[in-house]
């Protein structure tokens, strides 16, 4: 099955290769990838890759080599050289040697803003080319399994985001304005700053398009990163800093490292980074944010939820969306859809019977359903046991483990679940903590109610941790007002075809209500992020005719 699930992203993308020979010109044409140190299709327990770190523009090895495991058959396919706590001095001193004025601003070498938007125009161009795009996809199913398409949109958002900083537009993000002063030659003019020394730390579930967001969001504002992508995924980023180098990239303009949790905490406490871009679990976060005393953006768990209203429509429409929502990538988006409340006129129509029946067509083969990276089959299955000891709750589907599969039992394993638990269970103190507990994986938990009972739905919503994506399905726009006008999350969908997932590079991603929230995608997440505001007062005079010293004041 493992040949199977490796070997199909190529006969996807090669129109489904029919003989011997097309399939030999596909493997030349993708090892003839300039930039490339790997094939996705060749890496395995018997050919194992390589990944190294990068410091002062070069890459480098570690004395310390660690394995990571297949996610789909538990063989040992890669091999990290990563970086301990001894091994962090030369980190340290990189990051160090950047000034806090950063590597450009707006009066030093402002050239390197149109450098940076060359760089954007040659990587979007060379992820435009179907070999690069789909060398990319197939390398992001090796190490977190999703299917093709899934894989596919990761490479095409990242294209369309290089594609909007092409040209000027990088400059455009420092673009400056100015106020008239009080008397003549005095004007005040603001300016986005850089931070300088900087950190990203990313994790595994989008290996390609958080990096590079974020990453190259830091590097058009003048800063000076250090990248950590999760291990298990950090293959990925390296190939796509190799191909950023070709497009002209300066090789010390980005530090690349791998290690474990602690060693990073390490580094940054001794490198003092003046900023640190963190996406992950909450847990880290709210540590990151006490150790390195607030100077951090965060974009933590997403505990995501959608409502439907009233107005029924589109039943088949509507229930695709929310098996997207919900088990598209196994569940592993911090955007998925983690509680669905259904009015009551929803309850009525056959919208559940659709949704089982849609996320029992996903399959293992083609990964459309798959491992779980965070969380493991026994701790899944135990929360679902857990949610059904509640007073009225039941299993609507799921709730059992995959079959016929070798997957490793470090990661998770099971079939797209979703428990119903009644609405005034949910909000008892008892069980409320349990219910909006975030499990990374296919799993969902699900409830219906009345129209008298929606402020109890918005209080719901007020007692929930995390703010980051929302849905709101209806095209009432009354009730929209009132939903919408009565909730936080940052990145709320509204109407009809509202989802949960799905960002795309053309507006605004991530959590609202919390001042620490980071976005990504847009000039905006770019701004907030990665720069900070400068105010230059310019006061040239002339002093007024016979000014005379005034008394004290």
Request: hydrophobic share 40%; glycine share 8%.
């Amino acid at each position: 099955m493992l040949k199977l699930l490796v070997s199909r992203a190529a006969r996807v993308s090669t129109s489904r290769n029919h003989n011997g020979f097309a399939a030999f010109t596909f493997s030349r044409c993708v090892h003839s990838l300039q930039f490339a140190t790997v094939e996705a299709e060749e890496i395995s327990g018997s050919k194992p890759a390589e990944v190294l770190n990068l410091v002062q523009g070069k890459w480098v090895g570690s004395s310390k080599w660690n394995t990571i495991v297949d996610p789909l058959n538990g063989d040992s396919f890669i091999n990290i050289a990563e970086v301990d706590e001894t091994g962090i001095q030369p980190f340290v001193e990189s990051l160090s040697s950047c000034p806090k004025h950063g590597v450009h601003n707006p009066f030093k070498a402002p050239e390197r803003y149109l450098m940076y938007g060359d760089i954007s125009t040659k990587a979007a161009h060379m992820l435009s080319l179907p070999k690069v795009s789909d060398f990319f996809t197939r390398l992001i199913q090796r190490v977190s399994p999703k299917s093709y398409q899934q894989a596919f949109g990761e490479v095409y958002v990242t294209q369309k985001f290089l594609e909007n900083f092409c040209g000027d537009q990088v400059r455009f993000l420092a673009r400056s304005f100015g106020v008239p002063g009080n008397h003549l030659g005095q004007q005040s003019h603001g300016f986005r700053w850089p931070y300088g020394p900087v950190a990203i730390i990313t994790p595994f579930n989008f290996p390609l398009e958080i990096p590079v967001l974020q990453l190259m969001g830091a590097l058009y504002m003048g800063n000076k990163p250090v990248l950590k992508v999760d291990s298990k995924v950090s293959i990925v980023m390296e190939q796509m800093l190799r191909l950023l180098h070709s497009c002209g990239l300066p090789v010390e303009d980005v530090d690349f490292i791998n290690s474990d949790g602690k060693t990073m905490n390490k580094l940054l406490l001794e490198a003092n980074p003046r900023m640190t871009l963190f996406t992950g679990s909450s847990r880290v976060a709210e540590k990151l944010a006490v150790d390195l005393k607030g100077r951090v953006k965060l974009e933590d768990a997403g505990f995501d939820w959608k409502i439907l209203g009233p107005d029924v429509h589109q039943e088949d429409y509507i229930a695709w969306v929310c098996d997207q929502d919900a088990y598209a990538c196994s569940g592993q988006k911090c955007s998925a859809q983690s509680l669905l409340f259904m009015h009551e006129n929803w309850s009525k129509t056959s919208l559940l019977s659709k949704l089982k029946d849609l996320a029992e067509r996903r399959k293992l083969t083609d990964l459309t359903i798959g491992p779980v990276l965070t969380v493991t089959t026994d701790s899944m299955l135990e929360h679902v046991n857990k949610l059904l000891e509640i007073p009225g709750s039941k299993l609507l589907f799921g709730g059992r483990p995959l079959e016929d599969h070798s997957i490793p039992s470090i990661y998770g394993a099971i079939k797209p679940t979703a428990v119903y638990v009644p609405l005034e269970e949910i909000m008892k103190d008892k069980n409320f903590e349990l219910v909006t507990k975030e499990i990374f994986g296919p799993f969902q938990v699900i409830t219906d109610y009345k129209n008298s009972e929606l402020s109890v739905v918005l209080d719901a919503l007020e007692r929930m941790h995390n703010h980051l994506t929302a849905a709101v399905v209806s095209n009432d726009p009354l009730f929209l007002q009132e939903v919408i006008g009565k909730s936080v999350n940052g990145t709320t969908y509204a109407g009809l075809r509202a989802r949960t997932t799905g960002a795309p590079q053309n507006h605004w991603f991530g959590p609202a209500g919390d001042a620490r929230g980071a976005g990504i995608g847009t000039p905006e997440a770019i701004k907030l992020v990665w720069s900070c505001h400068r105010e230059v007062i310019y006061d040239y005079g002339p002093v007024p005719k016979n000014w005379e010293i005034p008394p004290s004041t």
